[in-house]
């Protein structure tokens, strides 16, 4: 017995001496270029970004901070997101138990009744009763790391699954965040139209006192309730869509659709300083960027576990017990049993499916690093997106705000003029046409600055803190 045991070490302890020249590789984060990630005239130095701010310290609003909350405990895709973290911490745990030996326990009873013209026939004429309770012992030598390899291969699904649900949290804040804003702004749009209708009647009503007159013709008359009625489709269409936003906004709160709290757009101050940071903290803050690292190292590991299969494989399997005859003396010492057995198997022929899935692992690591190679450039051109639409709404504001006040006053230049006599109809419609229009235009960009702030917040990968 003792020289058959030294023959399995001496097989299972080869394999250890050549470990050194077949040991799995480490994974190494590739060189990627982040300097020019962004398109920005500022220079950024900071070591900090906007997106390292927690959300709470971004909106000021309590009602929508509220709103924000309810979504991020009630919404179905952060549900799922955290179901999926479930299922890889499952594997997870398998991973870190493959270094272990499995144990199996197996009780078996019996009976063979022997054919009288088989071999045994003659000679075992009575049924044959066998009574047997063993347990089996298997461990396989992790000597080309391939067990340590489907471990860390687990370990990157898992971190993967966090950092997705830290997408879904930063999507979900700023879809929350965009929503409300917009709500806000169709409020405001709706609040002007209203008043421009209430004006638009008050000038119907003159247009007919002036042309019983006979300053005016039933022409300027008709012209004026076109353009009252126009004012009333803005209003059915943005009621309209004020109530498709709330839908929209519910199912972001996993609630069935119905009327929105908020407050006003005029209310709204996003005081914390757009600072973007160097490029180079994508990396660690943006959750998509940091999950499609995981999924290259994933791609890496199970590369690594590709590449030991063209190795012999080490086992050693142990198996003791009791077997009878006789129940009767079944766990009797005399019915024990053991058995002890090393091997090494070495793959010679078997089809071409171990070079086949080497090489397909292959693929999938260089797909996995142009996936990562992708999603960090997309990621600094929506940083620089969210940059410029700032800067094009701040601009936009400034010159809405004055092409409002110079319609403004034109309308109601015009206005005095036509109740004098001394202007045509036309100058006093085209200018309180394009005050409503100009008015509604400077609500949207309004709307348009606070959400590219969200834009850019998201883009900085902030929103899950």
């Given at each position: ?22 040991v ?10 982040t ?11 900071d ?13 000021q ?7 924000i ?12 997101a ?46 044959i009763?066998?009574?047997s ?6 461990w ?42 917009q ?11 209203n ?6 009647e ?25 353009q ?27 609630q ?12 709204q ?6 600072v ?10 943006r ?7 995981y ?17 012999p ?29 090393g ?19 292959k693929?999938q ?7 990562y ?13 969210a ?34 006599g ?18 509604l235009?400077l609500?949207?960009?309004k ?19």
């Open positions: 017995m003792k020289i058959n045991i030294r023959r399995i070490l001496l097989i299972v302890g080869i394999p250890l001496v050549l470990q050194s020249c077949f799995a590789k480490n994974y190494e984060r590739p060189e990627i270029e300097e020019d990630l962004y398109r920005t005239d500022k220079i950024t130095t070591s900090t970004s906007l997106g390292m701010l927690s959300w709470r310290e971004l909106f609003d309590p009602i929508l901070e509220r709103h909350d309810t979504a991020l405990a009630n919404n179905l895709d952060i549900r799922i955290v179901q999926q973290i479930f299922a890889a911490e499952a594997y997870l745990k398998q991973g870190k138990a493959g270094n272990y030996p499995t144990l199996g326990i197996n009780a078996n009873v019996t009976r063979q009744v022997n054919s009288e013209n088989s071999q045994f026939g003659s000679i075992f004429s009575e049924p009763e066998q009574y309770l063993s347990a089996d012992l298997s396989e030598a992790d000597i080309w790391g391939k067990i340590r390899s489907n471990k860390r291969a687990f370990e990157a699904t898992y971190l993967q699954t966090i950092e997705a649900h830290k997408a879904v949290k930063t999507e979900l804040v700023a879809a929350v965040a965009s929503t409300y804003y709500l806000l702004s169709l409020d405001e749009q709706l609040k002007v139209t008043k421009t209708i209430v004006t638009r008050e000038s119907l009503e003159t247009t007919k006192a002036l042309k019983e007159a006979g300053m005016l013709t039933e022409v300027a008359v008709q012209q004026t309730a076109a009252l009625y126009n004012a009333q489709v803005i209003k059915i269409d943005l009621e309209n869509q004020i109530k498709l936003f709330e839908n929209t906004f519910s199912i972001l709160l996993a069935p659709p119905q009327e929105v709290e908020r407050s006003l757009l005029e209310e101050e996003l005081t914390s300083d757009l973007v940071g160097v490029p180079y903290l994508l990396l660690q803050n959750p998509d960027v940091a999950a499609a690292e999924g290259l190292r994933n791609a890496f590991e199970l590369t690594n576990v590709a590449r030991s299969s063209f190795y494989s080490i086992t050693l399997s142990a198996t003791a017990g009791f077997q009878s005859l006789q129940f009767d003396n079944w766990l009797d010492a005399s019915s024990l049993f053991n058995t002890l057995i091997g090494l198997a070495q793959p010679v022929l078997n089809g071409r499916r171990i070079r086949t899935q080497f090489e397909v692992s693929a690591q260089e797909q996995a690093l142009l996936n190679k992708r999603t960090l450039l997309v990621a600094g051109r929506e940083v620089s997106d940059l410029y639409r700032y800067d094009a709404a701040s601009e936009k504001i400034k010159v809405r705000e004055k092409e409002f006040e110079a319609y403004s006053k034109a309308t109601e230049y015009s206005e005095e003029l036509l109740n004098q001394l202007a045509d109809y036309l100058e006093v419609l085209n200018a309180q046409e394009n005050s409503l229009s100009t008015e235009l609500v949207e960009n709307f348009l600055k606070l959400n590219s702030v969200v834009n850019l917040y998201q883009a900085l990968g902030g929103g899950w803190q």
